[in-house]
């Protein structure tokens, strides 16, 4: 009996020296790294670590003093950058936005609605995707409207025509001399990669490029959702063949829903004008009824 009291002992003294052993061990694991926290709840959500991140970087921008100590930041910046966020990968202007939007939601804006019209515009001519959003409805501007981007591939797509037409030149030219181009581009390195990366590229680029400035002018392409039914809407600014064109604003009808917008270049926003048209039988639909009751 005695053995066995003694053994009870020893074995609530080692659970004891287990435990305050790995009370230690918890208190030197950073809280958003621990597990056991996670399982049970305790644990931070990704929003909330994110939360804290933005709080962090704003009082330190508009104030100068961190709510929170250095290496607690550093260690919640690891943590978010381990969960994949996009929060701690963003630029300054980027994360002064969403530190804005979150401030006008909590009701203490961080800055006037000139300026934070300005930031957003900044960062769409950037091309970030944080200020993109699809369609929404804006109780400051009493409007309906989504934002649009640069579609950089149609652009780009613009110069394929004179650049075939620039190497088709190229080889009648070659044919013509009893292909004495092709002579230089089989030349021993380097100079037949001299010749290709100096001079054949080169031409072709300021050739093709000529040529579609010719045909059109100083072209923006964006896209964007349709206010109503979220079809991706293309609107083309520029001049084509020396007729102007819009360069400032110009209507666009879905063809999925022909909701009328209004595309602006300067803003990169498309508002909505008018809804879709009501259906036929709504209409006829109508109209009987007021003749029955006549």
Known sequence: ARGAAAGGRGARAGRCRASEEQQVMDENINPYCSLD???????????????EFLDALQSFY????????DEEFDNLKEELLWEGSD??????????????????LAGKPVMSDEEFDALKLR?????????????????RSQRVFSDLQVDYLRILA?????????????????????????????????????????????????VSDALTKLIVKDPLILKGPCTNCGEEQIVF????????GDRAEREVECDNCKTKMKAV???????????????????GGKAKGAAAKA
């Open 158 to 206: 613009l110069n394929i025509p004179a650049a075939v037409l620039t190497l088709a030149g190229i080889f009648v030219v070659d044919d013509l001399t009893g292909f004495s181009i092709t002579y230089a581009l089989e030349l021993p390195e380097p100079w037949g990669v001299v010749f290709t990366w100096g001079f054949v590229l080169p031409f072709v680029y300021i």
């Open 237 to 244: 600014f520029g001049d084509i063949l020396g007729i102007a």
């Open 62 to 69: 508009i104030s100068g003093e961190s709510s929170i100590t």
């Open 265 to 283: 270049s300067s803003t990169r926003e498309l508002t909505q004008i008018s809804g879709p048209p009501p259906p036929r039988g709504a209409k």
């Open 37 to 51: 926290e996670k399982e049970s709840g305790k644990k931070k959500s990704i929003g909330e670590q994110e939360r």
């Open 123 to 139: 960062l769409k001519e950037k091309g970030s995707s944080i200020a993109m959003a699809g369609p929404r409805c804006s109780l």
């Open 87 to 104: 929060v701690v990968i963003l630029d300054k202007d980027e994360q002064l936005f969403l530190e804005a939007k979150m401030g006008y």
